[in-house]
C-alpha cells in the first residue's frame, strides 16, 4: 500500500438498511486492493459493526463525543464506536462543528482508544489551529465546495497549499487531506501535486450511478 489515503464520508447519504452502506464499502475495499492505496469508509455510527464486520477495509466514525463510561446520554462513546470496528474518527466536519475545546477534548478521547483522528478545517488558520492539537490528519474542506462538483484542488488550490505549509510549520507529524468536490483521477493527482496525502470526499462517490466506477476513475491518476 501507498501512503497515499481516501477516505469516503457516507454522510447520511444512503438511506435504508445498512447494505447500501456495506456495497458502496466493498467497492472501495476491490478498488484499494487492485490499486494499493488505502481506502477508508465513514458510514453512520449505527452502521459501524455492519460494515466492518462484513468488509475488511478502514472504518472511520464520523465523529465522536469527548465522554468516557458513566452517566452520559444520546452520545457517541469512544469504545463502543472502536468495539463496533472503527480504526478511526473523523473530528470537527464542517457538517458537524465544535469548538476548539471539544476539538482537542475529541481528539484526546480517541487517541487514548487508539483511534486515528481526522479533524476537519475550513481554511488555513483552522488547519493551523488544528494542527497545534496534534491530530493524525488535517483534512482541509472548504464550505462552500462541498458538495458542490467543483473540485478544491481547482478552485481554491492555496487552501491546500496554505494548510500544509502551516500544518508543516506548526506540527511536521501531521498529515494533509484536502476534500470538497473531488471526483476524478484529475482531481487526486491534482491534490497530490499540492501537497496533501490524499482526499476526504463524499457525494462524487457515493451518488454516482456506479460507485465502483467512479472509484476507479479516482485512483487511475496515481
Ligand atoms: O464533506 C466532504 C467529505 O467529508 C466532501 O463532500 P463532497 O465530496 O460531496 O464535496
Redesign the pocket.
Given at each position: 500500500m501507498s501512503s497515499t489515503l481516501i477516505v469516503l464520508?457516507l454522510k447520511t447519504y444512503l438511506e435504508g438498511t445498512g447494505e447500501g452502506a456495506v456495497k458502496v464499502a466493498q467497492a472501495c475495499k476491490e478498488v484499494a486492493d487492485d490499486s494499493g492505496i488505502e481506502i477508508g469508509v465513514a458510514p453512520q455510527f449505527c452502521d459501524i459493526y455492519r460494515v466492518a464486520s462484513q468488509v475488511d477495509l478502514p472504518v472511520y466514525s464520523q465523529s465522536l463525543d469527548p465522554v468516557g463510561a458513566g452517566s452520559f446520554t444520546g452520545h457517541a462513546f469512544v469504545q463502543s464506536i472502536k468495539d463496533a470496528g472503527a480504526v478511526g474518527t473523523l473530528i470537527n466536519?464542517?457538517?458537524c462543528r465544535l469548538t476548539l475545546a471539544n476539538i482537542d477534548a475529541s481528539i484526546t478521547t480517541a487517541r487514548n482508544a487508539a483511534l486515528k483522528t481526522i479533524v476537519?478545517t475550513n481554511n488555513v488558520a483552522t488547519s493551523a489551529a488544528a494542527a497545534a492539537l496534534g491530530p493524525d490528519y488535517v483534512a482541509v474542506?472548504p464550505p462552500e465546495?462541498?458538495?458542490?462538483g467543483i473540485p478544491v484542488s481547482k478552485a481554491d488550490p492555496e487552501v491546500v497549499t496554505g494548510s500544509v505549509e502551516a500544518v508543516k510549520r506548526i506540527n511536521p507529524a501531521v498529515q494533509v487531506l484536502c476534500?470538497?468536490?473531488?471526483?476524478k483521477g484529475e482531481d487526486l493527482a491534482a491534490a497530490l501535486e499540492l501537497g496533501s496525502v490524499g482526499v476526504?470526499?463524499?457525494?462524487?462517490i457515493v451518488k454516482a450511478a456506479d460507485p465502483k466506477a467512479a472509484l476507479e476513475d479516482l485512483v487511475s491518476k496515481v
Open positions: 464520508n466536519h464542517s457538517e476537519c474542506e465546495l462541498i458538495g458542490s476534500g470538497a468536490g473531488i471526483s476526504l470526499l463524499a457525494s462524487g
